[in-house]
């Protein structure tokens, strides 16, 4: 019995559709949204190194719970002024929180 092999993908795989325009300029939009993001973020933390330096010189906390709080209250009613769930926008700042406290432990040489 001669023995069958599959077809490789691309034997199997269907004619490429054309590239469907609105969906490219959606796909466009959000990969520039991404680039701003990673633009923003670096800046963000940047100014932030300079934040735990500056701790670390002052003997200061690396994390100020206070500041903490209010951040993230104010964030979450600008969430909800912009339509964006401020359950998201909450755990988004947190994560970056922890990483800033993070870099400002590791500043500290801890």
Do not use: C, W
């Amino acid at each position: 019995m001669p023995q069958q092999t599959q077809p490789s993908p691309a034997q199997s795989a269907q004619p490429a559709a054309a590239p469907d325009p609105v969906l490219a300029s959606f796909r466009k939009s959000i990969d520039n949204i991404d680039a701003a993001l990673i633009h923003i973020l670096a800046e963000r933390f940047r100014i932030t190194q300079a934040v735990g330096e500056y701790k670390a010189k002052a003997t200061l906390p690396p994390a100020d719970p206070d500041r903490e709080a209010r951040q993230i209250e104010r964030l979450r009613k600008l969430s909800e002024e912009a339509n964006l769930d401020p359950e998201f926008s909450e755990k988004f700042l947190r994560f970056i929180i922890e990483e800033v406290i993070r870099h400002h432990e590791k500043a500290r040489g801890g």
